[in-house]
């Protein structure tokens, strides 16, 4: 079985400053991780994902994840937020492969950037 | 990437009636779909995974009867809500992985919200 917590439903930073995410999993197995964002009425959209290769992951729109196993954790960060980035940020977890199991989801974090 | 595609985008109806929604993979076949429903201001969660050509798995809680899924090809999966009411008001989500690749990776279509009267 495999789970997702997100820390903080709600994180608000200025323009400019360093964006943080928290994501921590739970897996009996290598996880594949990914994160996604959606804008309000639309659907998800990738931002990047760890597949057992490189552990700092580089995804769109200036964002990196790091994957460490020691903490579980695979938390987003973005060096400089832009007004453009406010939205709702989920991070999610399959098994190796997806296979045919859809994605766990966390509950999500909204990201408020404040001008 | 892929793109997977979702019709109609919004939709009303009155309590009692059935609505459908298509989810279409426009540029892979998937053998695989995924349903997903998520209410305002929360996560996704994971309805049934549609399987093309075989009946559909639901998780657990969701009602067969109510929530009607049919992978009739490898490019399009439909999910009726029938004798809608009220509390079946939600953003519908449709997700497909592509066969060969992805790693992974689901494609999201852009959501359905229905809106039971």
């Known amino acids: 079985a495999q789970s997702v917590t997100q820390l903080g439903s709600h994180v608000s930073v200025s323009e400019g400053a360093l964006v943080l995410l928290r994501c921590n999993y739970s897996?009996?197995?290598?996880?594949?991780l990914f994160w996604y964002v959606q804008y309000p009425n639309q659907g998800l959209q990738l931002l990047l994902k760890y597949t057992s290769a490189a552990t700092l992951v580089k995804g769109i729109n200036g964002f990196e994840a790091e994957f460490k196993k020691s903490e579980t954790s695979f938390h987003l960060t973005k060096p400089s937020a832009h007004m453009s980035d406010a939205a709702e940020y989920f991070c999610a977890v399959s098994a190796p492969g997806g296979g045919a199991d859809g994605l766990t989801f966390g509950k999500g974090t909204h990201l408020i950037i404040q001008p | 990437g892929a793109v997977v595609s979702q019709h109609p985008s919004w939709v009303i109806c009155k309590s009692g009636t059935s609505v459908k929604i298509e989810c279409r993979s426009l540029d892979f076949q998937a053998t695989t779909m995924f349903w997903y429903r998520q209410f305002p201001k929360q996560s996704l969660m994971l309805m049934a995974t549609s399987n093309e050509g075989s009946k559909a798995t639901y998780e657990q809680g969701v009602e067969k009867d109510k929530f009607l899924i049919n992978h009739a090809s490898l490019t399009l999966s439909t999910l009726t809500v029938t004798s809608a009411h009220p509390e079946d008001s939600s953003f519908y989500i449709c997700?497909?992985?592509?066969?060969?690749?992805?790693?992974?990776?689901?494609?999201f279509g852009e959501g359905s919200r229905l809106t039971v009267l």
């Open positions: 897996s009996s197995v290598p996880p594949y």
């Open positions: 997700s497909a992985r592509p066969g060969l690749a992805g790693l992974g990776e689901l494609f």
